[in-house]
Structures are given as structure tokens and as C-alpha cells.
């Protein structure tokens, strides 16, 4: 064998330890895995309902009004009962996570792209560009998110696309001061002063070197958006400003179910659930990738 597959075969197993390390430590993260396998089944039954689905969620039957579920002595056709205007529960159950995970998801990218565009700017030039960034923060602050997105629901209607726009353009100021800080912390050293002195762009300067450094916190605040516009959207839809029936919607789900509380109250216990299942996972998922990526290493 040569010298030189010789060195081959001693860098190889070097540099596929750090993988290893981090693969070994995420299986290990006991939060992570949970979140992430919760997560995972949501996300596969949202993309798979219409084969997952027994029954259409927006087909009525009167005559099969408040089925109770199968564990309260209902029957297998409906496995988690019918709703008031005799719709199968569980069909609503899976086609509302579509619902959650797509004005979450949607509405966290929304709020990354401008919170971290004005972080990192402000962040990275300091000086009056910060000064800016810091008024139009401060702004923002002032106004509360959840009676701002009930006001402008009120006043332009509810549906989904607006959902998904009033929540994007609300929830961006932790993206903007997380990120800022920590592009203050990365402006200082060496590497940004060395790319500055060599002639380096600005756009290759901030998508090659800051961004980078910066995406631990980014993913992590993603995934806490995420979790806080699932909330939002499930109190507006409770508030019946939110998505509008028939869309199923797990929030909605539990405004139609108010009524019947006292009578049925496993209208409102199974979408309940399934919101806090939901949330839960993508929080634990966050907490984890904070964990995991950590410099000082945390288990």
C-alpha cells in the first residue's frame, strides 16, 4: 500500500469522528428523540391524510351527531366519535394537523426572514443601522401580538392566508434580538476581520461567515416561533377569527366543542391533546437542538 492511501486511510476515520460523535449524542438526547418521533408522526399523517383518513372531514351525517369515541362506547366506524353536525372526528383530527403545521411552519419562516435580516444588520454595522433596527424593535414591542392579530383579523377577515401573514408579521422580534447579539459577538473576531482585510463582499462576508455562526440560535428560535404561532392560531380560531369552518382546524375544533363541555367534553379533551402533543414535541425538539450543537457540550 502507498504512503499516500496510507494517509487516506488514517484522515478518514478522523474526520468521520466528529459525525459519529454527534450522531451517537443526539440518539442519546433523550428530548430530542422524543420531540423529533412526535414530530416526525404528525408531519407523516398531515402528509399522508388523505390515505390515512376514513372518512371525509367535511361530510355531514345528522343522523350521527356526537358519536361518542370508541373508548366511551362509541363505535369502530367512527373511532373518535362524531361532531356536532355528525363529521368523523378523527378525519377532522388529521387534516388539522395539516393546519397547524402548515401556519406554524409557514409563520415561523416568515418571521425568521425579516427578524434575522434586521438582526444581523444591526448586529454586524452597529452605530445608526443599529440605532434603527433598535427603534423599529422597540416599536414593535409596544404592540402587543395577540391584540394586534385580533384587531387586524377582526377588521380583514379570517382565513388562512391571513393567519399565516398576520403571524409572520408579528412574531420576528425574538429572531431580531437573539440574532443581533449574537452577530455582535461574531463581528469581533478574527476570521470577519481577516475576510474584511482581504477584500471580501459584504453579502459573502454575512452568508459565509456570520450566518453560519449564527444558525444554532436561528433553528432553535424557529422552532419556538413555530411552537407560539401554533398557540396564536389555535386562540384565534377559538375566538372564531381564525381559520373559518368548515377547514379543520385543531383550534376551531375546540371552539365548536365549547358548548358541549359539560356534556361531551371529549370534543374538546382530543383536539386539546393533539395541540399540546404538538407543541410539546416541537419545544422539546428545539431544547434539544440547543443541547446538542452547544459548544460547552451539554447532554
Same mark, same amino acid.
Given at each position: ?8 486511510? *488514517? ?30 408522526? %404528525?408531519?407523516? $399523517? *398531515? ?46 383530527? $388529521? ?36 440605532? /434603527? ?19 387586524? %383579523? ?7 392566508? %391571513? ?14 434580538? %437573539? ?30 461567515? /456570520? ?15 413555530? *411552537? ?50 404538538? /407543541? ?20
Amino acid at each position: 500500500m502507498s504512503d499516500t492511501s496510507q494517509a487516506a486511510d *488514517a484522515i478518514l476515520p478522523a474526520a468521520a469522528a466528529p459525525s459519529r460523535a454527534l450522531v451517537r449524542k443526539i440518539l442519546r438526547h433523550r428530548g430530542f428523540m422524543i420531540g423529533f418521533v412526535i414530530l416526525l408522526a %404528525v408531519g407523516l $399523517i *398531515a402528509l399522508f391524510a388523505p390515505l390515512i383518513a376514513p372518512h371525509d372531514p367535511y361530510k355531514q351525517d345528522l343522523l350521527a351527531r356526537l358519536v361518542p369515541p370508541v373508548f366511551l362506547g362509541g363505535d369502530w366506524n367512527h373511532v373518535l366519535g362524531t361532531d356536532a353536525l355528525g363529521r368523523d372526528y378523527l378525519s377532522r383530527l $388529521i387534516y388539522g394537523a395539516r393546519v397547524s403545521l402548515l401556519i406554524g411552519f409557514t409563520a415561523a419562516i416568515i418571521s425568521a426572514l425579516i427578524g434575522t435580516t434586521l438582526g444581523v444588520l444591526g448586529g454586524y454595522f452597529g452605530g445608526k443601522v443599529d440605532a /434603527v433596527v433598535m427603534f423599529i424593535l422597540s416599536v414593535r414591542l409596544a404592540l402587543p401580538a395577540t391584540l394586534v392579530a385580533l384587531a387586524v %383579523v377582526a377588521i380583514f377577515g379570517g382565513s388562512l392566508t %391571513v393567519v399565516v401573514l398576520i403571524l409572520g408579521l408579528l412574531l420576528w422580534d425574538r429572531f431580531a434580538v %437573539v440574532l443581533r447579539s449574537a452577530t455582535m459577538q461574531v463581528r469581533q473576531a478574527d476570521y470577519i476581520a481577516a475576510a474584511e482585510v482581504l477584500g471580501a463582499s459584504l453579502p459573502r462576508i454575512l452568508f459565509k461567515d /456570520v450566518l453560519p455562526n449564527v444558525m444554532n440560535a436561528l433553528i432553535v428560535i424557529v422552532t419556538l416561533e413555530m *411552537a407560539h404561532a401554533i398557540i396564536l392560531e389555535a386562540a384565534l380560531s377559538f375566538l372564531g377569527l381564525g381559520v373559518q369552518p368548515p377547514t379543520p382546524s385543531w383550534g376551531l375544533m375546540i371552539s365548536e366543542g365549547k358548548e358541549m363541555l359539560l356534556f361531551e367534553s371529549w370534543l374538546i379533551t382530543i383536539p386539546g391533546i393533539a395541540l399540546f402533543l404538538l /407543541v410539546f414535541a416541537i419545544n422539546m425538539l428545539g431544547d434539544g437542538i440547543r443541547d446538542i450543537t452547544a459548544p460547552e457540550g451539554r447532554n
